[in-house]
């Protein structure tokens, strides 16, 4: 049953359906339950669950297809960009310097896809560390750390002594020859993203993830950075052109 308070109930069902997405136990092409299923198992309306299935579908999370049913959405084609670039980096080439704000570091239970990523078991206790990225008084990126607490004991205590993830690991863990794999795909804000970078509910984002592993392929860091679509574009400049034939 979702808790009636105020994060609207659409929002609540929204994020519980994610979860079964991104973790996996409803893998692509699985048929999700109906409307009416859906609300009686979770005691909400059925104009609640039409919200929260229009905010997935507009996220490409799920597909509907008239007469047979919705089904998790087909998995997005990967390419390879070759290099990210930070967007933090990227800002540096301003007229004036960003700045880095930290909303809340705190421990929380590992919601599941976070688990998945970080190959741990669902519930345990990781560092959850938001940011937000200020330029001229307006906030532009989003920046979710997940670290467990087991690997990485006094973490909340440590970080605030250099204000950086990976100086701080290297410091005081010992953590070094890592590598990452990075993900690129375009989102909208949900309500407490929308809050944190001052902006609406549904605007435009461009989401990167990041899974931070050893060399031995032991992730230790999953992280989520959030850029404002309406305020952020990214260019390429090459020295040979491209063509598409």
């Known amino acids: 049953m979702l808790k009636r308070d105020v994060v609207p109930l659409y929002h609540q069902l929204k994020a519980l359906?994610?979860?079964?997405?991104?973790?996996?136990?409803?893998?692509?092409?699985?048929?999700?339950?109906?409307?009416?299923?859906i609300c009686s198992e979770f005691e909400v309306s059925r104009s609640t669950v039409r919200q929260a299935m229009q905010?997935?579908?507009?996220?490409?999370?799920?597909e509907r297809h008239q007469g047979l049913g919705t089904f998790v959405g087909r998995p997005k084609v990967a390419n390879n960009l070759m290099e990210l670039f930070s967007p933090y980096k990227g800002m540096l080439q301003a007229d004036a310097l960003p700045t880095q704000e930290i909303q809340k570091l705190t421990t929380v239970p590992a919601p599941r896809s976070v688990a998945t990523h970080l190959g741990i078991p669902e519930g345990e206790d990781v560092y959850e560390l938001r940011r937000r990225v200020v330029l001229q008084s307006e906030p532009l990126l989003l920046v979710i750390n997940w670290l467990p607490v087991r690997r990485f004991p006094g973490?909340?205590?440590?970080?605030g002594e250099l204000n950086s993830v990976i100086r701080t690991l290297n410091r005081h863990y010992g953590v070094a020859g890592i590598h990452q794999h990075k993900e690129i795909e375009i989102t909208?804000?949900?309500?407490?993203?929308?809050?944190?970078?001052?902006?609406?509910?549904?605007?435009?984002?461009?989401?990167?993830t990041y899974l931070t592993s050893t060399v031995g392929d032991e992730p230790f860091e999953y992280r989520k950075?959030?850029?404002?679509?309406?305020r952020c574009k990214y260019y390429v400049h090459q020295a040979e052109p491209?063509?598409?034939v």
């Open 155 to 159: 973490f909340d205590k440590k970080f």
């Open 17 to 37: 359906l994610t979860e079964k997405i991104e973790s996996g136990e409803w893998p692509p092409g699985h048929q999700l339950p109906a409307e009416m299923q």
């Open 242 to 244: 491209e063509f598409l």
């Open 55 to 62: 905010s997935l579908a507009s996220q490409g999370l799920i």
């Open 225 to 230: 950075v959030i850029v404002r679509g309406d």
């Open 188 to 208: 909208i804000l949900d309500q407490e993203e929308a809050a944190e970078l001052d902006s609406k509910v549904g605007a435009p984002a461009l989401l990167i």
